[in-house]
């Protein structure tokens, strides 16, 4: 039973459209997270949240914003969708205890044609 | 602003042999992670290192860090190919909401 499930696991888009992640999770978790993974970069940290309504940017957050309105859901929105977005996307989760780490989600895969 | 490095970036080994990949990070912190990822998955955890000195082992991996070296280490011993992996450290910001920064992950590539 995943505990933390993201949608869709691939996505073809084209330049200047908005796209939608979803990112849910049944651990009732505080902290959520969104990354983009690509090669040569690691993971790097788009948005946040620490709860309800709380969120905050990462290190390459322009041309992303994110909601967060129950625990459970995590959105992070491409406004308008550039070949540079082009990526891997991962959701992380966290229970705050810091004694665990994250757990990922299986990813998602965007291409911005 | 933290930053991890990882090194090396492509590790290719034989099978039996021993080796380490090292994690260098810029700023105070206390909890370190690691985490493995095969082709096309997701990351799964694989030790969670709280404390200066803190060791863990799992099969044929062994994990360390030493806080005030600002460095930990992730050892293989006796390679086999199930390793083959792309191998991340994470590290903990300390500024609180848990977030961690990423170094560029370490592509392992055990040959037989």
Redesign the interface.
């Known amino acids: 039973d995943a505990g933390i499930t993201q949608s869709p696991r691939h996505k073809v888009t084209e330049t200047g459209t908005p796209v939608t992640l979803r990112c849910h999770q049944t651990e009732n978790h505080r902290y959520m997270y969104w990354y983009r993974q690509d090669p040569g970069h690691g993971l790097r940290l788009i948005h946040y949240s620490y709860g309800v309504k709380d969120t905050d940017k990462g290190e390459v957050s322009d041309g992303y914003s994110v909601s967060r309105s129950k625990t459970e859901d995590f959105l992070l929105t491409l406004e308008s969708a550039t070949s540079s977005q082009t990526s891997v996307y991962f959701c992380a989760i966290s229970g705050g205890e810091g004694d665990y780490g994250y757990t990922f989600g299986s990813g998602t895969r965007l291409t911005v044609v | 602003e933290l930053k991890?490095e990882q090194n090396p970036l492509f590790l290719s080994m034989q099978e039996g042999k021993n080796y380490t990949i090292y994690c260098n990070y810029s700023t105070t912190s206390d909890?370190l992670?690691w985490?493995r990822q095969d082709p096309g998955?997701?990351?799964?955890?694989l030790f969670?290192l709280?404390s200066n000195g803190a060791v863990k082992q799992e099969g044929r991996l062994m994990a360390s860090l030493d806080t005030k070296a600002r460095l930990s280490t992730l050892h293989i011993t006796a390679a086999v190919h199930d390793l083959s992996a792309t191998y991340?450290c994470?590290v903990?910001d300390n500024f609180g909401?848990?977030?961690?920064?990423?170094?560029?992950?370490t592509r392992l590539t055990i040959i037989p």
């Open positions: 991890v909890r992670y985490y998955k997701s990351l799964e955890s969670v709280l991340f994470a903990d909401n848990e977030k961690l920064t990423f170094g560029t992950g």
